[in-house]
Structures are given as C-alpha cells and as structure tokens.
C-alpha cells in the first residue's frame, strides 16, 4: 500500500504483524531508501525511526496500522541519524513509548540524548510484546558502531537486522527470496559501511544461529529464505574481500 503519494513511501506486512515501512531517497550517487518496520501487538513497537525530516512520513504510515500514540517501544540498533533521529518526535507523540536500545547505547548516548530513559536491554534479553518476542542480540561494530546490536523475533523468525544487507536503489520490492547478498556487497564496494572488527565473523555466526527465516533489512528488500547461509555466506565475502588499507 503507497501511504503518501508524493513521497513514494509504502507499507507491506512481510511477516505476521511485522509491517515494513519504505520510503526512496536521492543521495549522493543516485537513489537509496529507509525502512522502518512496525510490529503490531498488544504493546506495539517500532524498530528504527528514520531520520527526524521524515517523522511526518513514518508516522502517516504507522497510523494505516494502529494509532502513532500507542507506540510502546521505540528500538533501533545503534545511534545514527536514520536509525533513531526520529525518536524523540515519537516519544512525544506516544506518551507511553520509551526508548529500547543495547545497554552501551543508553550509557553512552540515549539516557542523554532522549527525552525519555531507555529500555536497555542486555545481551540475550528477550522483550515480550504480546504474541511476539523479541531477543535482543549486541553486535558491536557489526556493521558499525560500538553500540550496535539486532532483534530477533522468534515467533516469525525475522531478524531485524539494521544495516545488515543494505541495498542501495529505491527498495521497490518488500519482500523478496531473490538473491541480496550480490546486491548488497556491490553497495558495500562503493561505499563500505561495514566497521572490519577483528570478531565479525564470531558476531555473524551467532547471529545465524537464530535461524532467521526472514532478514528485515533497513535498506532495500527484506529477505526470506535460510538466513543462517546467507549470513555465513556474508562473513565469508567479509573475510574474503578485506579492505585494502589492511591487505
Ligand atoms: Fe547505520
Ligand atoms: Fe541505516
């Protein structure tokens, strides 16, 4: 469903309740797109805001689903400006909403920069939503940023994997089963995002011992299939392709 026309921005269920939210961007260097997705519950969340100049666009779309100021929780995987630069718009308007990020987010940024204290959830900690469960999963430095982390559903199986997989276009196709990895390292050689920590391949491995049967991308189609290969398959591309300055 297109919930603004002007913008472009879309809404699609990719999995029970679990409602992606895309909206297409020009950046330098051609198209890009945002998603953001809604999981509807008896305490709904959200995971990922998008930057502050699109609060208008996500929250139209979130109202397609259920009311913006029912909001419980307000996640994202670390501290960037399309990952939560929306929050503090959504926290004032779903009073009951707190923030929900990894404990080293809210110790270094969140407890300061929110308007409300965080819901700082441990390594394995799991946040029950109602029907659904979600398990918070610290990723430092994987892609980036020391305070990173993902969420995985474990009702669904889809892993909310931020910046996990981007790819870069318009993001026309919600769901797709359709390869990404190609997609997503040919994005990652223009512009490589990605942090090279010397533990990415422990990190990615247990991450794909989740089993996810869908990746929630933040940036381009999500995808359905053997999660578990096609993260492993990812840290093998990591590994095999090294940056340059530290070939
Ligand atoms: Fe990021
Ligand atoms: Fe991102």
Not at 28 to 40: C, D, E, K, T, V
Not at 64 to 82: G, I, M, N, Q, W
Request: glycine letters at 8%.
């Amino acid at each position: 469903m297109i919930t603004n026309a002007t913008s472009g921005t879309n809404l699609h269920e990719i999995a029970p309740g679990i409602y992606r939210i895309n909206t297409p961007a020009e950046i330098p260097g051609g198209s890009f797109n945002f998603n953001q997705y809604l999981i509807a519950d008896e305490a709904p969340l959200l995971f990922h805001t998008g930057p502050r100049g699109m609060f208008p666009l996500v929250a139209e779309a979130i109202g397609k689903v259920l009311p913006v100021a029912s909001l419980r929780y307000v996640a994202f995987s670390h501290v960037e400006a399309d990952e939560c630069g929306a929050l503090n718009l959504f926290l004032a308007a779903a009073p009951a909403a707190v923030p929900v990020c990894s404990q080293v987010a809210a110790m270094v940024s969140v407890n300061d920069l929110a308007d409300r204290p965080a819901r700082a959830l441990a390594d394995g900690e799991v946040l029950v939503l109602g029907k659904h469960s979600l398990r918070w999963l610290d990723a430092p430095h994987v892609p980036h940023g020391w305070e990173n982390g993902f969420m995985m559903e474990t009702t669904t199986r889809t892993l909310l994997c931020g910046d996990l997989f981007t790819q870069g276009g318009k993001g026309e196709v919600a769901v797709t089963e359709s390869d990404i990895l190609a997609p997503s390292e040919g994005f990652r050689a223009a512009m490589d995002y990605y942090a090279h920590a010397p533990h990415t391949a422990v990190v990615l491995e247990r991450i794909a011992r989740e089993h996810p049967q869908t990746l929630a991308c933040m940036h381009g189609s999500a995808w359905r299939g053997d999660g578990a290969g096609l993260i492993r398959a990812l840290a093998t591309r990591l590994g095999a392709r090294p940056l340059a300055a530290a070939a």
